[in-house]
């Protein structure tokens, strides 16, 4: 079984910065895609950006512009590079990874807490 561990949440002042790192416990074949997403206190998880395997790039619309996702294939690790944080982008941050080998797959990891005060 894959584990996704992220790493780097915490807690920043607004305006500050952050950068998520997850990384897989093995080699994943077959990746579509690795993406984060988010989930505030109350409210519905959201997409927050993808990265397939041919390098093609999706953001919500809350982040374009601040966040940058990265992605190094060789070792099945994806990276959000978040600046200008806001408070509500205050969230549990979740990694992704989503494709298919023999059949369809989709692994979560358990989430990293970031928290931006104002």
């Known amino acids: 079984q894959v584990q996704l561990v992220e790493s780097g949440g915490g807690l920043v002042q607004a305006g500050g910065s952050l950068r998520l790192s997850c990384a897989a416990s093995r080699t994943i074949p077959g990746i579509y895609g690795m993406s984060w997403y988010r989930q505030a206190p109350g409210k519905q998880r959201e997409l927050v950006a993808t990265?397939?395997?041919?390098?093609?790039?999706n953001y919500g619309e809350s982040v374009e512009g601040r966040f940058t996702i990265s992605a190094n294939n060789a070792k099945n690790a994806v990276y959000l590079q978040m600046n200008s944080l806001k408070p509500e982008d205050t969230a549990v941050y979740f990694c992704?990874?989503?494709?298919?080998?023999?059949?369809?797959?989709?692994?979560w990891g358990h989430g990293t807490q970031v928290t931006v005060s104002s």
């Open positions: 992704n990874v989503g494709g298919w080998y023999v059949g369809k797959y989709d692994y």
């Open positions: 990265i397939t395997s041919d390098d093609r790039i």
